[in-house]
């Protein structure tokens, strides 16, 4: 049972989070003007890195914020977390 | 053999105890404080059962969990499968049996009770042996909070197993003494009886406790036999210990060979002694102290084979004091006895002049592997260490260390001073300081003379009959039957050949097994990659592993305010999710089907109600509230009019429904609105994931309300006077409270708000008010509408009137698959909008084909004939030979009252178009023809709906 | 025709005589019909004016409540999120505080208020062994030392979300909100847990 | 009787371990039961037998040893019945094709259901299996009773079984047995088995992809097969194709050895576990896939803890067994929980990934329809409908959306 860090409440238990794949996909500004190829992009493709993921993770049975984290996808780790809106921090 | 092996004294048994219990069919007597396995060697039974796989006798070969041999199955008090004898402890009534490889499973369910406790602490220790105690010390004397934990009956270790002194006494006042003061330090949570099986990232540790096994028939049914520690800790000091490696030879498998260390075990802690007349066979000193303190304690101990050439001097000289003869560079090349060891053949190393001691016993030590599967399990590197032949902990990590024997350290002092250092890191790291130097006492023990030689086996002798894994008769023949295979990867010599997947997990065989693989491959075993551990280090009942979240805590049962109105009125129910919802309400004597028929006629033609509190309900505000609802719902929410109700649809960003329900407009800037019952959390966390992270520039915020209300449906052509007898200050009329409008007002003196919103075609109100004045309220419809026959229905009655209407519910006619236009609800769509969430999906060619499946009804030609919900619609008039095409399939099926007759909804390939034409649905292996039709069957006008 | 008020129903009626058995180990009460409204507040300047209100600051760390008199009674204000609170008054304040918050926050420009009093149910645990209670199944660290007196945090205990207070530390005594359709699930839990408790000794 | 004492011995040589050629025709990445398969049916089926399977660690160390080796045909959609119907086919005469005991056995396989959403959309896959050819039923709750006597049917527990899906053609195989007879039966037609070979670059000309650069230097390759599972998305990002994937940790676990008590096997979405009592004896149970993406070969406990609460409460009996062995594979899974098998944008490329938890039911299929790809540069029509393009499309194959049965 790992630990995730929410920015606001601390550290919890990951069954106290949910998994929100991969953080900075911004929702098209206007979808309409998106080719099927980039609409399909948006829609059902993500990046799936071996190591460090910038990801979005939201303290469902906490304070229910989103908020972002880079983890590394080998070990677990969580290398950073980081709110909505924020630039991915630099992780080594 | 009935012989008593128990010695006249020593040992930690009660010796004032008698325990009677039955292994094999045999009665047997044994005292407290014994296992099976050290009363069955006290009894001189050494033989457990026979070997899986060639039926050899097999016995008992060590004193802990490492046990390859001695299986038993429990009988009594109850049927338990596979547990080691070396780890069962004794209480009279005992019934266990001996395994051939394979447990038994009770035929009754299991009585006891299961749980699992939380701890929290700064520094947990791993095992209460020398290095574990003070390592534990050293931390509480620092003020840390402190775990404990040690898979033992009673702290101590591998000192338990020994003789050894500290600081000049036996090591027993040391111990109690370290634990007198861990006990009465604040802050430490002590737990015997506790084996650490599992070690994850972040301090987390999960430890099983067996609490009342051992009091057999007097364990209390009301407290837990098993609990899983779920331990949380900031520094973990692992100090496990180590496992006794033996030496592969011809017939190394025979009852009466044990390994050393397990020898001392049953004399020093259970007062045992393991055979009449030993031989000893080592690589490495430990065994000597096994030869010694054996022959010490009066027991014949004619030979110690030792395969160096160079043996300690020291230890050489006390074994001959002793009448012991030491054989530098001999090794056991082949045993003889069938039921137990009547003899050693022995020979020098390589081959020479080759001799026989009789003996009933051998004694083997081929070093000594530290138990690293902790520090393993959370990651930590392993390295092989050349000089003993065993894998130990690599670099340390973060928040764990390794001190002791687990470390690779075995000299007594040593190990304490490891445990102190490793206590004072981990407080360090832990933010605290550490208490002052603690005073290192001072073992009196033979530190080693002459370093240890890595022997895995006695090469020349029969290999089919030297085996390397016992339990899965695994010999040498077959390792190298292996590798001239072609397999050069230990894990594929393990498949291959079966080698460390059985009940112990390689424990005594999987470094042997790995440097036998090496040998034959002629590669370095320090360049192979080692085994990763993984959890459990030891099995784990799956009860204790289930705790407490059985039966009615299996799951959660969530309930509305009215449900024991609805237990009492003899409904049956229907799980929603985790909603307990009631599905009708019979009569005496009625089946489902009449019930519902009944219950459907009441809301047709008189007034019926329902407990629809499950929906979904979420209170929004905001200025921007509208210009939200715009994105979630494909149809336009903004241009709603306070006072307002519209029901919506939302889609996916794949375009394809997730939920409906209905939107009311309270204000300007405040919204309520419905989800379905399953979807209700889904909704919310979808709204709150868009405005967190997509729009946070949007003012709005999303409050769920589910709970907070009691929602009842009151429906049919009589609720208007039903509701207007409880609410005389309310205008019911249809122009002053017309179709999809609501009102706040007082109904039964409870303050509500009633929607004129309606899920069955049928003129209806739907009354909220808060959850506590549910039963009040809904008590008080029953009693209004009792001169218009008011009826409570339940989930089956809604489905079948709302699918008269053509409503489609989500999720049982629609699969995720479908869009709003396949549901014929492209009105719900909004043309204006520039985008809302799924529109953009609606362009893919998939979503333009003419020939999607879209939501149609079906009258079968046989209004008398159910069709099967799930049934596949063809084009076929009979089943021709597969493969058939299917057309859709039959989403919901339904006897209607209203109708006369059979109808369902089914979703269809280009549906819309095929309305009038006659297909046909399977049913078990038959046809049954239906007319395509329209989804509106009854009151396509909507006439009905004000009443 | 009017119901009568008295038929009021509090999801745990009926739980009394069963809670009564885990004592003297463990004092478990429901605290039936209490106010309790959430409040988001979008426009932090607005804090001030909502103190006034309730006569209790906003706490301002998270995992935190603060506790105090003020025109309104006693209350409990209950830190939620960065922008959300819990405000637990007396019953049969809902609808006064409902307009009295509204009206401090500047209405939906400054945020929101919701009646949720019915929405959850509040659980009073007290005793000796009411940590250990807890310990079964709320993976929070109980310990004074880590949850001192004023700590709220939202949780799950068992299989169920519970926003947990700790009104005081030493003597033990927590505050557990479950909703509402959840609580007999929690009430069965916490009566089953305390099996063991129930014969010991104090 | 115990389940199976002895189970058959592996044959006394299994391959070469040649050290990599400089070119071959086909490189296929990948050495489990998808990489093995394809190479096999490329030479048996296809005369192409300068192929050389490259393997970054041992062979069939990855899904292929960490899975729950549940075979089942009884998929919703024409499309995935179509492909695992065929591979079901190909597993019926396997033992004889490779020559070597894979243990397959025919066991039948439940799928119970436990609400009635589950009973509509259970019988509506019994229908659509029966008229796609494929064995079918739909037992009640007694009916399951009597093919599975330990399975607790109480109208008492939590969620009570409603009845069941039932294909009894539907089982299990030795997972290692099927891999190595595949590689065995490779190796003798020529193909190279090359181990410890890990993939670091995919090499391409004009559009056209002419080698691989490996730990064990570059080899040259007219066409290279993708066959990676979890790892598939950083393979085809070496040449610069993006994938709709995402790898998770799946789990498993075994018990201990124990008498035969489970007859068939038994899978539950609604309660989350599957449980099936393998040739050896012990139990073999896996559950849902933990929900964070995860290359660790690791997974959460508390998923463990979960599904034995379920097995509990389907099995009462199995309250003392032990659980000896836990592990974690990492499967692939695509957007609508179908495979994505067939062409890439760069010619002589070619793709088998996204078949989260059905790979190994799949494995005889997979590697004759890719092989088949891969040798006419054209999809079998087996898995024609498995394209990357239906995310462009939406002509997606659902089945987590409809069939909601996994594994």
Known sequence: MQLIPCPWCGPREEVEFHYGGQAHVDYPAEPAALSDEEWAKFVFFRDNPRGPFAERWSHAAGCRRWFNAVRDTRSYELLAVYRPGQERPVTT | MTADFRLPAGGRIDRDSALRFSFNGRSLAGRTGDTLASA???????????????????????????????????????????????????????????????????????????????????????????????????????????????????????????????????????????????????????????????????????????????????????????RIWRIRAKQTVIATGAHERPIVFADNDRPGILLAGAARTYLHRYGVQVGRRLAVFTANDSAYLAAIELAEAGIDVPVLLDARQEVP?????????????????????????????????????????????????????????????????????????????????GESLASARVAGSAAGTFELTTCVEQGIDAGRAAVTAAGFTPAAEARVPVADVRAEETAAAVLWRVPGGADDRAFVDLQRDVTVSEVERATGAGLESLEHVKRYTTIGTAHDQGKTS????????????????????????????TSVPFAALGGRDRGELYDPIRVTALHDWHVAQGAEFEDVGQWKRARHYPRQGEDMHTAVLRECRAAREGVALMDASTLGKIDLQGPDAAELLDMLYTNMMSTLKVGRIRYGVMCGIDGMVIDDGTVIRLADDHFLLTTTTGNAAMVLDWIEEWLQTEWPHLRVFATSVTEHWVTVPLVGPKSRDVLAALAPELDVSNDAFGFMTWQDATVAGIPAR??????????????????????????????????????????????????????????????????????????????????????????????LRPDRKQLVGLLPADPSVLLPEGGQIIEHDHLPEPPVRMLGHVTSSYDSAALGRTFALAVLRSGRDRIGEKLYVTKDDEVVAVTVTDTVLYDKEGARRDG | MTADITTRRTPLDGWTSRFAELAPAVRLTERPFRSQLTLRL??????????????????????????????????????????????????????????????????????????????????????????????????????????PTGTCVQTLLAQTGIILLVRDADPAEFLLLVRASFARYLAAWLVDAGAEYREEPV | MPAQTNLPDHPSFLWRNPDPAKSYDVVVVGGGGHGLATAYYLAAVHGITNVAVLE?????????????????????????????????????????????????????????????????????????????????????ADAVKEVCPIVNVSPEVRYPVLGATYQPR????????????????????????????????????????????????????????????????????????????????????????????????????????????????????????????????????????????????????FARAHLLRTWAGIVDVSPDASPIIGLTPVDGLYLNCGWGTGGFKATPGVGDCFAHTIANDKPHPYNEPFTLERFTTGALVDEHGAAAVAH
């Open chain 2, 40 to 226: 069955l060697l006290a009894n001189g039974v050494h033989q457990t059962g026979t070997s899986i796989k060639y039926g050899r006798p097999r016995g008992i070969m060590a004193a802990g969990v490492e046990e390859p041999n001695a299986l038993v199955q429990i009988a009594e008090p109850f049927t338990e499968p596979m547990l080691t004898a070396t780890t069962v402890e004794l209480y009279d009534g005992l019934v266990a049996d001996g395994l051939s490889g394979y447990g038994v499973l009770a035929a009754e369910p299991d009585p006891s009770r299961y749980d699992a406790k939380h701890a929290h602490c700064d520094v947990l220790v791993v095992g209460a042996g020398p290095a574990g105690l003070a390592a534990a010390l050293t931390a509480a004397r620092s003020g840390a909070r402190v775990v404990l934990v040690d898979d033992q009956s009673e702290p101590g270790g591998s000192l338990l197993g020994t003789d050894d002194n500290l600081d000049g006494r036996s090591s027993d006042v040391w111990v109690r003494d370290v634990i007198t003061e861990l006990d009465t330090t604040p802050g430490v949570l002590r737990l015997d009886r506790t084996t650490a099986f599992g070690a994850y990232q972040d301090g987390f540790v999960l430890a099983l406790q067996r609490r009342t096994d051992h009091l057999g028939f007097d364990a209390p049914s009301h407290v837990s036999r098993h």
């Open chain 2, 313 to 393: 001097p020291g230890l050489s000289a006390e074994c001959a004091a002793r009448g012991i003869e030491v054989h530098p560079g001999h090794v056991v090349t082949g045993t003889e006895g069938h039921d137990r060891l009547t003899d050693v053949h022995i020979g020098p190393f390589g081959g020479g002049q080759a001799d026989t001691v009789g003996c009933d016993t051998l004694l083997v030590s081929g070093g000594w592997n530290p138990a690293v599967h902790l520090f393993s399990q959370l990651g930590g590197t392993l390295r092989y260490a050349p000089e003993t032949g065993a894998y130990v902990p």
């Open chain 2, 510 to 537: 999987g470094t042997v097994a790995a440097g036998l693989v090496a040998e034959q491959l002629g590669a370095n075993l320090a360049e192979r990659r080692p085994t990763t551990f993984r959890p459990p280090y």
């Open chain 2, 754 to 847: 009633i929607c004129r919103i309606s899920f069955s075609g049928e003129l209806a109100y739907e009354i909220n008010v808060n959850a506590w004045c549910g039963l009040a309220l809904w008590e008080a419809l029953i009693e209004a509408g009792e001169p218009y026959g008011i009826t409570p229905y339940g989930t089956e009655t809604m489905h079948v009137l709302r699918a008269e209407k053509g409503y489609p519910i989500v999720g049982q006619d629609t699969d995720g698959t479908v869009t709003p236009q396949d549901l014929g609800m492209s009105w719900a769509v909004s043309k204006k909008k520039t985008d809302f969430i799924g529109k953009r999906s609606f362009s893919r060619a998939e979503n």
């Open chain 3, 42 to 147: 979008r426009d932090a300047g607005r804090a001030a004016a909502v103190s006034r209100v309730l006569g209790v600051d906003l706490p301002e760390t998270p995992c935190t409540f603060n506790r105090g008199a003020g025109p309104h009674g006693p209350v409990e204000v209950a830190w939620l999120g960065p922008d959300e609170y819990l405000v637990l008054a007396q019953p049969g304040l809902q609808r006064t505080l409902e307009s009295a918050l509204r009206e401090a926050i500047g209405g939906t420009q400054g945020g929101a208020v919701v009646d949720v009093s019915a929405q959850r149910t509040t659980l009073a645990l007290s005793g000796p062994r009411a940590r250990d209670l807890l310990a079964h199944g709320c993976a929070i660290d109980l310990h004074p030392s880590v949850s």
């Open chain 4, 56 to 140: 970054k660690g041992w062979l069939a160390g990855g899904n292929m040893a960490r899975n729950t080796t549940i075979i089942r045909s009884n998929y919703l959609w024409d499309e995935s019945s179509g492909i695992y119907e065929h591979a079901l086919k190909l597993w019926e005469g396997l033992e004889a094709e490779l020559d070597y005991p894979i243990l397959f056995d025919q066991r039948g396989v439940l799928n119970l259901a436990h609400s009635l959403q589950d009973v509509r959309d259970s019988v509506r896959r019994v229908n659509a299996n029966r008229l796609n050819g494929i064995d079918a039923e739909w037992l009640d």
């Open chain 4, 170 to 317: 539907a089982g299990i195989a030795k997972h290692d047995y099927v891999a190595w007879g595949y590689a065995s039966a490779a190796d003798r037609l020529g193909v190279d088995l090359i181990q410890n070979c890990e993939v670091t670059g995919i090499e391409t000309t004009d559009g056209r992809v002419t080698g691989v650069n490996t730990t064990r230097g570059r080899i040259a390759a007219g066409r290279v097969a993708l066959a990676a599972s979890g790892h598939s998305s950083e393979l085809a990002a070496m040449a610069g194709v993006e994938l709709p994937v995402q790898s998770h940790p799946l789990q498993a676990l075994v018990s201990e050895l124990l008498e035969p008590v489970h007859p068939t096997v038994v899978m539950s979405n609604a309660v989350h576990v599957y449980v099936s009592q393998a040739h050896k004896g012990e139990l073999v149970m896996g559950a849902g896939i933990d929900n964070y993406n995860g290359y660790g070969q690791r997974g959460s406990f508390h998923i463990i803890e979960r599904q034995m609460s379920a097995a509990m409460e389907l099995f009462p009996i």
